[in-house]
């Protein structure tokens, strides 16, 4: 018997209906994706994860270069406090 315009399948103990001419199963009334739907939000995670990855990258890098200019901005430093009167 339909429930709320779905039906219960009681071997997936999922409800389904027909949405776009496809299947929809249901939890409770969370709608399970379509697996193009599934696809579209994993493609768009793994985008969000390139974009970290490339962004925590760059910082590093820029680290690193300041690290390596850091010997010199120190002997730069001690020279001019060399160089002022006491």
Same mark, same amino acid.
Request: net charge negative; charged share 40%; proline share 5%.
């Given at each position: 018997? +339909?429930?709320?315009g779905?039906?219960?399948c009681?071997t #997936?103990?999922l !409800?389904?209906?027909? !949405?776009?001419?496809?299947?929809?199963?249901?939890?409770g009334?969370? +709608?399970l994706l379509?697996v193009?739907?599934?696809?579209?939000r #994993?493609e768009? #995670?793994v985008?969000?994860? %390139?974009?970290?990855r490339?962004?925590?990258?760059?910082?590093? !890098?820029?680290?690193?270069? *300041?690290? !390596?200019d850091? +010997? *010199?901005? %120190?002997?730069?430093?001690?020279?001019?406090l060399?160089?002022r +009167?006491?």
């Amino acid at each position: 018997m +339909p429930h709320r315009g779905r039906l219960f399948c009681a071997t #997936l103990g999922l !409800e389904l209906t027909v !949405e776009q001419g496809r299947v929809r199963f249901y939890e409770g009334n969370a +709608p399970l994706l379509f697996v193009d739907e599934l696809v579209g939000r #994993l493609e768009g #995670l793994v985008d969000e994860l %390139i974009d970290a990855r490339d962004a925590a990258v760059h910082r590093a !890098e820029e680290q690193a270069r *300041r690290a !390596e200019d850091l +010997p *010199r901005e %120190i002997e730069r430093l001690r020279a001019e406090l060399e160089r002022r +009167p006491r």
